[in-house]
């Protein structure tokens, strides 16, 4: 009995700890205010940077986005770095060559953790714009997204723009539930952001000043570790400039991609992403990722412990409850933001599911190697 009241006490501690940091979720997503374009002719020379490994069946789609902006062409600059592509990666982007769409050719003789950092940095030294802004060569936009994120930056001038990135174009229960659960992660870094408390953010829509890039090194320091182009670059700026990251909340500006079309892909994508927490310089950030690990840890020895003695099944009910509950409210909002409300029907398997892939991750994502790209890397 006395062992019951003791994981009881944990228990519920654990879980009101939880209950509260989800309501600073939802406290920071309603602190970002919607952004509304103004109708100011912009003066901002912009270079979009796209490193691209093995795409030839996604990046005719994406180049004919970016070419199809409502921006000003002498203001834009597009620029491809080919990764060692083995497929037609490097002549597709050639064929736009007329259209202005430039392709740099990574040749690295030496073998590199991260090839990816290397072909943003080495994009970034030959290009001309002011403002870089980061995207994927699977990626799909709408034709305002550039100048949205602009008009943002030409606003608040901040240093650093994190913009919203959603799935679309599911094609099964499993690519749908990652659609939740990636919406819940960009609502996640928005709120945090929100909060002054910057943690999270992705490369696939990602805005920073040239001369702040080069101002916090760079990649340099975190240029051994393959995955960590957005994250640990924001940490950087953040360190540098704690109160000029900004969230670009409107719909316009959305990247939009595709879930992983099986457990193996996604698996080695969040071993990619979690790989990156030990690297991190804000420790409160550390401690917050270790006590969600230990709080869905609770939940599932709870239940297994239930299986032998009933009286913790009533525990994990009780923790599954406060989580599902708490979680919905906040991802009401953000799957309103990006117009996909009609997936929150998925929020009780997702709560679940989430705590084994949680525990799962937080051990996995920080032992060995993982495979990105066709390479082994860590």
Known sequence: MEFLNLTNLLSATLTLVY???VITFIRGWHKLVNFHPSKGIPSTKVSIIVAARDEEQNIT???????????PKHLTEIIFIDDHSTDRTAEIVMSYASQGVKLIRLNEDRALNSYKKKAI???IGTCS???IITTDADCRMGENWLTTIVNYYETHHYKMISSPVAYFEEKSFFERLQSLEFLYLIGLGASTIGNKQPSTCNGANLAYEKKTFYEVGGF???DDLASGDDELLLHKIAAK???QIGFLKNSEAIVYTHAKENLHSFLQQRKRWASKSTRYKNKAIIILGVFVWVFNLSILANFITGLFIADFLSVTFYQLLVKMILESLFLWDVTGFAKRRSILLLTPVLTVVHIFYMVYIGIAGNSGKYNWKGRMVR
Not at 61 to 71: F, G, S
Request: aromatic letters at 16%; hydrophobic letters at 35%; zero cysteines.
């Open 129 to 131: 714009g002011d403002f």
């Open 220 to 222: 340099q320091g975190i």
């Open 241 to 243: 400039y704690p109160d």
């Open 61 to 71: 789609r994406t180049i004919d986005d970016l070419v199809a902006q409502h921006y």
């Open 121 to 123: 940095q080495t994009a």
């Open 19 to 21: 209950g509260f940091l």
